[in-house]
């Protein structure tokens, strides 16, 4: 069985300082994870996949994610922050070949001007 | 420009009422999704079809229904026998369904808020 959990709820951020979403899961399987972002009132648009390619993701928007299969973690950061930025991000698992997608409950992101 | 488009983005539902939410693709994509998002709540899978004429119950079915007459369509309606269904519900869809070791990037529409009155 798979599951996801998104640590923080709510993070606040300055303008042009580093970003950091906590992402830890758990997995029967090699599994497959996955970083959206939701602006408000907007569909999810895909920031980045992992897919046991390569531990270090890199994604759109100069986003990337760090696979750690000793920690099962699968934290999104970008070295700084733009107002842009602002938004809910989810991450989320699935098995191997699986359909399923199992959602965190997400991060809402705020960038301090 | 390909994507998925969901219509209306809002509606309102009087009490009692079917409403139905459309959901296109020009993607080519075979598998389709409907989820439902409610507010500090991850995405809940409500269906989900591989082909044509083929759908399967996500983890909350119960008071929605939906068809698959055309690749590119998965209307979901919203019945009366849904007792809370105020949300925000989103489709997708991905290219394969459960093809080989990696799962499929799953592409979502805008959305479509749908309101209770």
């Known amino acids: 069985a798979q599951s996801v959990t998104q640590l923080d709820s709510h993070v606040s951020v300055s303008e042009g300082t580093p970003v950091l979403l906590r992402c830890n899961y758990s997995?029967?399987?090699?599994?497959?994870l996955f970083w959206y972002v939701q602006h408000p009132n907007k569909g999810l648009q895909l920031l980045l996949k992992?897919?046991?390619?390569?531990?270090l993701v890199k994604g759109i928007n100069g986003f990337e994610a760090e696979f750690k299969k000793s920690e099962t973690s699968f934290h999104l950061t970008k070295p700084s922050a733009h107002m842009s930025d602002a938004a809910e991000y989810f991450c989320?698992?699935?098995?191997?070949?699986?359909?399923?997608?199992?959602f965190g409950t997400g991060t809402r992101l705020k960038v301090l001007a | 420009d390909g994507g998925i488009t969901q219509s209306p983005k809002y509606l309102f539902r009087k009490e009692g009422q079917n409403v139905t939410l459309s959901c296109e693709q020009n993607?080519?994509?075979?598998?389709m999704y409907w989820y439902r998002q409610d507010p500090g709540q991850g995405l809940r899978l409500i269906y989900y079809s591989q082909i044509v004429n083929d759908f399967q119950k996500g983890d909350i079915a119960e008071g929605y229904s939906v068809s698959r007459e055309k690749k590119e369509s998965f209307p979901l309606t919203v019945t009366s026998a849904q007792k809370n269904p105020t949300a925000f519900y989103l489709c997708a869809s991905s290219i394969l369904f459960s093809a080989g070791w990696v799962t499929d990037t799953q592409y979502f529409g805008p959305g479509t808020r749908l309101t209770v009155l």
């Open positions: 989320v698992v699935s098995g191997s070949g699986t359909y399923k997608y199992i």
């Open positions: 992992y897919t046991s390619a390569a531990t």
């Open positions: 997995s029967s399987y090699s599994p497959s």
């Open positions: 993607l080519n994509h075979d598998a």
